[in-house]
Protein backbone atom coordinates (compact mmCIF):
# COMPACT_ATOMS: atom_id res chain seq x y z
CA UNK A 1 0.00 0.00 0.00
CA UNK A 2 1.17 3.67 -0.66
CA UNK A 3 0.07 6.34 1.74
CA UNK A 4 -0.08 9.86 0.53
CA UNK A 5 0.52 13.63 2.66
CA UNK A 6 0.09 16.45 1.48
CA UNK A 7 1.58 19.55 2.73
CA UNK A 8 1.67 23.39 1.90
CA UNK A 9 -1.57 24.60 1.34
CA UNK A 10 -2.91 27.78 3.27
CA UNK A 11 -4.49 31.39 2.74
CA UNK A 12 -2.99 33.31 -0.19
CA UNK A 13 -3.84 36.57 -1.89
CA UNK A 14 -4.45 37.00 -5.56
CA UNK A 15 -0.87 37.23 -7.21
CA UNK A 16 0.82 35.21 -4.41
CA UNK A 17 3.02 31.94 -4.54
CA UNK A 18 2.45 28.33 -2.83
CA UNK A 19 4.05 25.37 -2.80
CA UNK A 20 2.73 22.13 -2.35
CA UNK A 21 4.33 18.62 -1.67
CA UNK A 22 2.88 15.06 -1.15
CA UNK A 23 5.19 12.73 0.53
CA UNK A 24 5.05 8.79 -0.40
CA UNK A 25 5.60 5.82 2.20
CA UNK A 26 4.46 2.61 2.51
CA UNK A 27 5.94 1.66 -0.63
CA UNK A 28 8.73 3.33 -3.40
CA UNK A 29 6.34 5.24 -6.10
CA UNK A 30 9.74 6.11 -8.16
CA UNK A 31 8.07 3.89 -10.47
CA UNK A 32 4.71 5.65 -10.17
CA UNK A 33 2.67 8.24 -12.42
CA UNK A 34 1.48 11.25 -9.90
CA UNK A 35 -0.55 13.60 -10.19
CA UNK A 36 -2.62 16.64 -8.72
CA UNK A 37 -6.25 17.02 -8.52
CA UNK A 38 -8.12 19.46 -7.41
CA UNK A 39 -12.12 19.82 -6.03
CA UNK A 40 -13.59 23.45 -5.36
CA UNK A 41 -16.83 23.24 -3.86
CA UNK A 42 -19.87 22.15 -6.26
CA UNK A 43 -17.93 21.41 -8.79
CA UNK A 44 -16.05 17.79 -10.03
CA UNK A 45 -12.60 16.93 -9.37
CA UNK A 46 -10.27 17.71 -12.24
CA UNK A 47 -7.29 17.36 -13.02
CA UNK A 48 -4.18 20.43 -12.74
CA UNK A 49 -1.27 18.60 -13.69
CA UNK A 50 0.27 15.38 -13.98
CA UNK A 51 3.88 13.81 -14.31
CA UNK A 52 5.34 10.62 -15.65
CA UNK A 53 7.72 7.84 -13.47
CA UNK A 54 10.77 9.67 -14.20
CA UNK A 55 10.18 13.42 -14.95
CA UNK A 56 10.57 13.42 -18.58
CA UNK A 57 7.04 14.07 -19.54
CA UNK A 58 4.03 16.52 -17.73
CA UNK A 59 0.51 18.10 -18.30
CA UNK A 60 -0.61 20.70 -17.08
CA UNK A 61 -4.65 21.99 -17.29
CA UNK A 62 -5.06 25.20 -19.47
CA UNK A 63 -5.99 26.73 -16.58
CA UNK A 64 -3.04 26.41 -15.08
CA UNK A 65 -0.07 26.61 -17.93
CA UNK A 66 2.78 29.09 -17.40
CA UNK A 67 1.82 29.48 -13.68
CA UNK A 68 2.06 25.96 -12.26
CA UNK A 69 5.15 23.81 -12.10
CA UNK A 70 4.79 19.82 -11.49
CA UNK A 71 8.10 18.25 -10.28
CA UNK A 72 9.60 14.80 -8.76
CA UNK A 73 11.99 14.85 -5.73
CA UNK A 74 15.18 13.51 -6.50
CA UNK A 75 14.53 10.42 -5.07
CA UNK A 76 11.38 10.71 -6.87
CA UNK A 77 9.23 9.10 -3.89
CA UNK A 78 7.78 12.63 -3.77
CA UNK A 79 6.08 15.24 -6.33
CA UNK A 80 5.27 19.11 -5.83
CA UNK A 81 3.32 21.74 -7.29
CA UNK A 82 4.72 24.93 -7.67
CA UNK A 83 1.57 28.08 -7.94
CA UNK A 84 2.80 30.99 -8.87
CA UNK A 85 0.25 33.83 -9.84
CA UNK A 86 -2.40 32.11 -8.26
CA UNK A 87 -5.87 33.64 -8.83
CA UNK A 88 -9.36 33.30 -6.48
CA UNK A 89 -10.46 30.35 -9.19
CA UNK A 90 -7.39 28.59 -7.81
CA UNK A 91 -9.25 28.35 -4.42
CA UNK A 92 -9.67 24.28 -3.99
CA UNK A 93 -8.71 21.35 -1.92
CA UNK A 94 -5.85 19.92 -3.95
CA UNK A 95 -5.09 15.90 -4.03
CA UNK A 96 -1.98 14.55 -4.68
CA UNK A 97 -2.55 10.71 -6.32
CA UNK A 98 -0.46 7.79 -7.79
CA UNK A 99 -0.87 4.98 -10.05
CA UNK A 100 1.75 2.33 -11.05
CA UNK A 101 2.40 3.08 -14.67
CA UNK A 102 5.90 4.12 -15.99
CA UNK A 103 5.35 5.17 -19.50
CA UNK A 104 3.14 8.28 -19.73
CA UNK A 105 1.31 10.69 -17.67
CA UNK A 106 -2.40 9.74 -16.51
CA UNK A 107 -5.08 12.33 -16.43
CA UNK A 108 -7.98 10.83 -15.54
CA UNK A 109 -8.46 10.44 -11.92
CA UNK A 110 -10.70 7.46 -12.24
CA UNK A 111 -6.94 5.59 -13.09
CA UNK A 112 -5.29 6.61 -9.56
CA UNK A 113 -4.87 4.06 -7.07
CA UNK A 114 -3.68 6.19 -3.99
CA UNK A 115 -4.91 9.42 -3.49
CA UNK A 116 -4.09 11.59 -0.33
CA UNK A 117 -6.35 13.33 2.31
CA UNK A 118 -6.11 16.62 0.65
CA UNK A 119 -4.74 19.88 1.58
CA UNK A 120 -6.58 23.59 1.24
CA UNK A 121 -5.63 26.19 -0.76
CA UNK A 122 -7.45 29.63 -0.35
CA UNK A 123 -6.48 32.58 -2.44
CA UNK A 124 -8.30 35.62 -1.95
CA UNK A 125 -9.16 38.78 -4.38
Known amino acids: QVQLVESGGGLVQAGGSLRLSCAASGRTVSSYAMGWFRQAPGKEREVVAA????????YYADSVKGRFTISRGSAKNSVSLQMNSLKPEDTAVYYC??????????????????WGQGTQVTVSS
Open 97 to 114: AAVYYTIAVVTTAGRYDY
Open 51 to 58: INWSGSST
